[in-house]
């Protein structure tokens, strides 16, 4: 990878404008929509619930294979997964938050 790149791509991470982070946006507002603990979330994946906490790191970075297989099992399309929404995580989980005390 030349400098060039490099530096473009560091900076590029630096803003936050990642797909991982895009990607752990998305699936940690599926679970605040779904209402589960991170633990029943996993469960419900069908993966170990260590791997669900690894991949809300900064050191994840699961596969495309990875990505659909949560994809399919959340019911929702990949691509769900991997757009950056305007919405932030915070966003959502103060949305959630709200749905749920109005109810």
């Known amino acids: 990878m030349g400098e060039k790149?490099?530096?473009?791509?560091?900076?590029?991470?630096a803003q936050g404008n990642t797909l991982r982070q895009a990607f752990q946006a998305a699936l940690e507002g599926l679970r605040l929509e779904s209402g589960l603990s991170r633990r029943?979330?996993?469960?419900?994946?069908?993966i170990p619930r260590s791997s669900y906490f690894h991949l809300m790191t900064s050191a994840a970075n699961p596969s495309l294979d990875y990505i659909?297989?949560?994809?399919?099992?959340?019911g929702v399309d990949p691509m769900k997964l991997?757009?950056?929404l305007a919405n932030t995580a915070d966003a959502r989980r103060?949305?959630?938050?709200?749905?749920?005390?109005?109810r």
Do not use: G, M, N
Not at 5 to 12: D, L, V, Y
Not at 40 to 46: N, S, V
Not at 68 to 74: F, K, S
């Open 5 to 13: 790149q490099f530096r473009r791509k560091a900076a590029h991470a």
């Open 40 to 46: 029943e979330f996993a469960e419900r994946l069908r």
């Open 68 to 74: 659909e297989l949560i994809a399919e099992r959340a």
């Open 82 to 84: 991997l757009r950056r």
């Open 94 to 102: 103060r949305q959630v938050t709200e749905d749920r005390a109005a």
